[in-house]
């Protein structure tokens, strides 16, 4: 099984940019999917969250950042509109059987640990 991200980018802060990840051997509606991101020197973190029941988004990308399903193209795409330099990262898609989340009495937070598959990142810059 293989995931792979693509898309990624060097644009202007505000541009846009559309993050996929495509999968072989693994029919991706069947999945939870969840983007995260790392940037250098820094700790991986969640950026979006899609299962049949929810979707996420960390504060940092919420009303940027739209995740979607393509079904005929076994896909799932990472709109990401209103880009900042702070996003400059390497994202990664990853995918899990089930519900990964984990629930602090306040937010529910992706699990990465509960995450089965993972690509091998695309890096998007944002600068000037």
């Known amino acids: 099984v293989q995931l792979q991200a693509s898309g990624g980018g060097s644009v202007q802060p505000g541009g846009s940019l559309r993050l996929s990840c495509a999968a072989s051997r693994l029919r991706l509606n069947y999945y939870t999917i969840g983007w995260f991101r790392q940037a250098p020197g820094r700790e991986r973190e969640w950026v979006s969250y899609l299962s049949d029941s929810n979707t996420l988004y960390s504060d940092s990308v919420k009303g940027r950042f739209a995740v979607s399903r393509d079904n005929a193209k076994n896909a799932i795409n990472l709109q990401m509109n209103s880009l900042k330099p702070d996003d400059t990262a390497i994202y990664y898609c990853?995918?899990?059987?089930?519900?990964?989340?984990?629930?602090?009495?306040?937010?529910?937070?992706?699990?990465?640990?509960?995450?089965?598959?993972w690509g091998q990142g695309t890096q998007v810059t944002v600068s000037s």
């Open positions: 990853a995918a899990a059987p089930g519900n990964p989340l984990t629930y602090d009495g306040f937010n529910y937070t992706p699990d990465p640990d509960g995450f089965t598959f």
